[in-house]
């Protein structure tokens, strides 16, 4: 019954997140402010004589059992804010929305979460960097998130998912749907290693003003933020701008100044909005990964020897599943015999064993 409850503080009308939280903060609990009278309730910052009205009349508390039907249904989690699986980097930013329906496998909480936006036109240019993102971030135990849009979303998710990265996707409207629709075999895809999140309940159409309301969430979710490729305006920089005031990390990838879908990338450059990415592999570095990641598996692993960057990034690709050898060749774009010398090393040390059929396996 609870429930119920928290859904239906979100569905009170002319009630944001803002007077939300005041209520929440005076009754403690959701049911009790249901169950206040409205001399109580319009001792809260925020609430009057109309919004009591609203709150009294009890509209919000069918809407949520309308909803419930869904949640039920397709075992669709509700994430408040309270709770301690709401994503706790987005609870730290004031405008947090104060309940999130999500669908999902992977912990919103992830060691490290990677937010990938740009434009819906992207360029050859902007679809290697995302494939080159991928290949490096594979190896750091990470999260992507962004907006299953066309362009570079769907390319930063596609890239995810080929490299058994766990991708996110926040939504501007319910899980009843998808937008677009053309992504709806990727988005059940990503369902197996990742999810679905969104702060719009069920029913909600994917409306003009939701989209800046999803790409704070994308902002607010994660450690750092990156835009491939972006015009001089559009949602890309509204994230980039939304993330910055969050004090979260912001970088991209410069461009030609005669490209179009460079501009937006070079003009957050230029005023110190974001950091310069030459490369895929500046990201680490800037974040303090590289050292950090032979300490982390070795206390984890107590690996019984030191072992070379690149054999560690070998163990972290067959975390998940084996891997023929060519796969193996192909995401760490090294010759096959140079491999062979690391993976030989890694099964002497016990770590790894091959398999018929050129493949290997984790221990």
Not at 119 to 135: I, N, P, V
Not at 181 to 201: R, S, W
Not at 239 to 265: K, L
């Amino acid at each position: 019954m609870s429930l119920i409850y928290k859904i239906a503080l979100t569905m009170i009308q002319n009630v944001g997140h803002i007077t939300a939280k005041h209520l929440l903060t005076h009754f403690i609990r959701p049911e009790a402010v249901f169950k206040a009278t409205k001399k109580e309730l319009m001792q809260v910052p925020g609430v009057g004589t109309i919004t009591a009205q609203h709150i009294l009349g009890k509209d919000a508390i069918k809407k949520a059992k309308e909803h419930l039907k869904f949640i039920e249904k397709y075992q669709v989690q509700v994430l408040f804010y309270t709770d301690d699986n709401y994503p706790q980097r987005l609870k730290n930013c004031d405008d947090a929305p104060i309940l999130l329906y999500y669908r999902g496998t992977v912990d919103l909480n992830h060691l490290r979460i990677i937010s990938i936006v740009g434009t819906r036109m992207a360029t050859s240019y902007g679809k290697l960097l995302c494939k080159q993102l991928a290949e490096v971030l594979a190896a750091y135990d990470v999260m992507i998130v962004s907006g299953l849009a066309y362009g570079i979303d769907v390319n930063a998710h596609l890239e995810s998912l080929a490299r058994n990265i766990p991708t996110v996707g926040v939504l501007a409207h319910g899980l009843d749907r998808m937008y677009p629709q053309v992504h709806a075999q990727i988005a059940k895809k990503m369902l197996l290693n990742g999810g679905l999140l969104t702060e719009f309940p069920p029913f909600t159409n994917p409306d003009k003003e939701n989209f800046p309301k999803r790409n704070r969430i994308i902002a607010g979710i994660s450690d750092v933020t990156i835009v491939v490729e972006a015009a001089s305006k559009g949602g890309a920089l509204i994230t980039a701008d939304i993330a910055n005031s969050y004090h979260r990390d912001v970088y991209a990838f410069p461009g030609r100044t005669t490209d179009q879908y460079s501009q937006g990338c070079n003009f957050l450059i230029k005023t110190n909005r974001a950091g310069l990415l030459n490369h895929a592999k500046d990201l680490p570095y800037f974040l303090g990964w590289e050292e950090s990641l032979l300490k982390v598996v070795e206390a984890i692993e107590e690996l019984p020897t030191a072992l070379s960057p690149l054999e560690l990034k070998i163990l972290q690709l067959l975390k998940v599943s084996d891997l023929h050898i060519d796969e193996l060749t192909l995401k760490l774009d090294l010759p096959q015999g140079q491999l062979l010398l690391h993976l030989l090393n890694l099964e002497i040390e016990g770590l790894l064993i091959s398999l018929p059929g050129k493949r290997y396996q984790r221990c």
